[in-house]
């Protein structure tokens, strides 16, 4: 039980101590407000408000919570506590006594939770940046292994040019490499500490603010002691980026999804990956990318939700930034399992070699070719394309398609259209004469696999 109620006739309405107690949430990192109380005790100590011993009992006592937390011989509830710290310090006391009352001197529970977050999250961050970095490296892995497999590449979901799979692959895998930057920028936007800032207004007891940072392994100090309670834009940015992530792997998903059809049947997916119907014995439901893209849903509204909660709010801490936790949360969760499982479909997954390579020769998607032709043969772009415009109405009526385009009927088109026609129109020599900067040449996507290599080393 809180004994903050001096000034109070009686203890809190029970619904109301529930209603107000964010222990649910803030048991999720009670090692990292163990850790902050050790930072401040030995700032306390070095600004001589506590002695070497006191010192000394008050960290022993924080481990010993810390240890009863770990095996669960000491379980808070929100029935009795209103958040993590106030449970904390008050095991605390009652192992070492009231000497556990001074680790509170120069301090709010204000800076508390703002520290408490930030530890957090620097450690989140972390790891959801290494998980980014293994579904590029599943891409990767997918490139190299495949990546030479032609297909059409599409807008509009119509068949446009013949690319290379590994070309595709990279249009995804470079967004990901961006998020996973978003990732690094957001952590370091939030290496700034709390500590010290107290409930708005700084503590007048000396505590040097910048060994507390260090020693909480910050770069610096938040500079402005109001501003590091009251910020929550740390905790929006983190989650920004894991909605803009969401909105790339919902992408990537619906793909999957596609692909796997039995229309396309260009991609089967792994096994493990892939769930059955439980009354078509014959499905292979691509469930995951599904879920993938429906939970980016969810950490959009995580999003929202976050914005709201500081739109208009006035300085500086008030009791609605304690409803940041259920939406920061529930959107790293999400996008961290939807990465891993994301790699996992990657990892497992397997592309149909000679799917489209008959399809290419037949369809129209060599039409640009077909109009790159004549202009290398000097005729200008805009009379290239209404040639093969009406070349590829005229076939298309006549129940044919490019392949049946000999040097004969082309100078019907055009006299320009010659004898090397059919060599020109093979779909990877088309490709692979896209050999500039970021065409689909083989060439470009290898060195763009090293580009992102280099990136993830
Ligand atoms: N439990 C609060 C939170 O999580 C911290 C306590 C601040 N409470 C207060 N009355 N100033 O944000």
């Not at 001197?105 to 940046?129: I, M």
């Not at 891993?340 to 060599?366: H, K, N, Q, Y």
Request: contains cysteine; aromatic residues 6%; charged residues 25%.
């Amino acid at each position: 039980m809180s004994d903050l109620r001096s000034r109070f006739e009686g203890g809190t309405d029970p619904d109301m101590q529930r209603f107000s107690s964010s222990l649910p949430e803030d048991l999720r990192f009670w090692r990292e407000d163990i850790a902050g109380s050790k930072i401040h005790a030995r700032g306390l100590a070095d600004a001589g408000l506590l002695t070497e011993d006191e010192a000394r009992k008050i960290l022993e006592g924080l481990d010993r919570v810390a240890e009863q937390l770990e095996t669960g011989t000491f379980i808070p509830s929100a029935e009795d506590f209103d958040d993590i710290h106030m449970a904390v310090e008050a095991r605390l006391t009652e192992l070492i006594g009231p000497l556990g009352g001074k680790l509170h001197t120069a301090r709010s529970r204000n800076d508390q939770v703002a520290l408490d977050l930030r530890l957090w999250l620097k450690q989140q961050l972390t790891a959801l940046g290494d998980e980014i970095a293994a579904v590029i490296d599943a891409l990767i892995e997918r490139i190299e292994a495949e990546g030479q497999i032609l297909m059409p590449g599409y807008t509009h979901l119509q068949r446009g040019q013949p690319i290379l799979l590994g070309h595709h692959l990279l249009a995804h895998a470079w967004p990901l490499a961006r998020d996973r930057r978003r990732v690094a920028e957001a952590l370091d936007a939030l290496d700034l500490c709390p500590l010290g800032a107290g409930a708005l207004a700084g503590s007048p007891h000396g505590v040097d603010r910048r060994v507390s940072a260090e020693r909480g392994g910050f770069k610096a100090p938040v500079p402005n002691a109001m501003d590091a309670v009251a910020a929550r834009d740390h905790v929006q940015q983190t989650v920004a980026a894991c909605a803009v992530l969401m909105a790339h792997l919902s992408r990537i998903a619906a793909e999957m999804v596609l692909w796997s059809s039995a229309e396309f049947a260009f991609l089967r997916l792994g096994d493990a990956y892939t769930t059955g119907s439980s009354i078509m014995p014959q499905k292979r439901n691509p469930d995951a990318a599904e879920l993938i893209r429906g939970k980016a849903a969810r950490v959009f509204g995580d999003l929202q939700s976050l914005l709201t909660l500081t739109h208009g709010l006035p300085l500086s801490y008030f009791r609605d930034l304690q409803e940041d936790r259920h939406a920061l949360f529930d959107a790293l969760d999400t996008t961290r399992q939807c990465v891993r499982i994301m790699e996992g479909m990657w990892r497992s997954s397997r592309f149909v070699a000679d799917r489209f390579t008959d399809e290419l020769r037949g369809d129209f998607s060599l039409a640009t070719e077909l109009a790159d032709y004549l202009v290398t043969r000097g005729v200008p772009f805009r009379e290239a394309h209404g040639c093969v415009a009406r070349l590829v109405k005229d076939l298309e009526t006549r129940g044919l398609d490019l392949s049946a385009l000999d040097p004969a009927r082309g100078r019907e088109y055009h006299p320009a259209l010659g004898e090397d026609l059919s060599e020109w129109l093979d779909p990877r020599a088309a490709a692979e004469r896209r050999h500039h900067l970021g065409g689909t040449a083989w060439s470009q996507v290898l060195d763009q696999v090293a580009q992102l290599r280099e990136q993830l080393a």
